[in-house]
Structure formats: C-alpha cells, structure tokens
C-alpha cells in the first residue's frame, strides 16, 4: 500500500505495531483525500422511487425465448445433482413447487 500511495516507509527497518500503525494512517489519509466524511451519500428512497418511476419500458416489443426440452433436462439433472451433495432441496425447486 505504501508503494501504491507513495507513503515512505524507508526507515522501516523492523516490523513494529507502532510503525506500522503510522503507516496505515497515512496509506489512509492518502486514499481519502477530499473526502470530508465517512458517511456515504445514497439516495433517499423517494429519490429512488421516483428514479425507478421514469423508467419506461414498454414489454410488449420484450421477445422471450422458452428453454428447449433438451436444456430443461439438463438443468434438472443439475439440479439433481446440487441436492444430491447439499442433502437437500434446492431454493430452486422450493420456490417453484407448490405448497
């Protein structure tokens, strides 16, 4: 990290907590120039929902390509094979089945 920050470490001639502590702080402050706090900005959930709102998608041009029987055999021998090891239904199959 020094190298990468250019922090000088070249009066480290042993591996000491104290040392190395410095060190870090100073790998630290060097990442984190500019910024004026640890809080992270996000969006408010309004923001976001409204965000989510100006998307139009119209589905009626969305083309959807059914699996063919051969694959859907192959993801089944591989779901057989996942619950084999696991001992254990899949979330798959779970979430799928009916209750």
Same mark, same amino acid.
């Given at each position: 990290?020094?190298?990468?920050?250019?922090?000088?470490?070249?009066?480290?001639?042993?591996?000491?907590?104290?040392?190395?502590?410095?060190?870090?702080?100073?790998?630290?402050?060097?990442?984190? %120039?500019?910024?004026?706090?640890?809080?992270?900005?996000?969006?408010?959930?309004?923001?976001?929902?409204?965000?989510?709102?100006?998307?139009?998608?119209?589905?009626?041009?969305? $083309?959807?390509?059914?699996?063919?029987?051969?694959?859907?055999?192959?993801?089944?021998?591989?779901?057989? %094979?996942?619950?084999?090891?696991?001992?254990?239904?899949?979330?798959? %199959?779970? $979430?799928?089945?009916?209750?």
């Amino acid at each position: 990290m020094c190298e990468r920050y250019f922090v000088d470490n070249s009066n480290r001639t042993l591996h000491g907590a104290l040392l190395d502590a410095r060190l870090l702080a100073e790998c630290y402050l060097a990442m984190t %120039r500019g910024q004026e706090s640890l809080v992270m900005e996000l969006e408010t959930p309004a923001a976001a929902a409204a965000a989510l709102a100006a998307l139009s998608v119209d589905v009626s041009n969305l $083309i959807v390509l059914r699996a063919l029987p051969d694959e859907l055999a192959l993801h089944e021998s591989y779901l057989d %094979r996942m619950e084999k090891e696991a001992k254990g239904p899949s979330l798959w %199959r779970r $979430i799928l089945s009916p209750t």
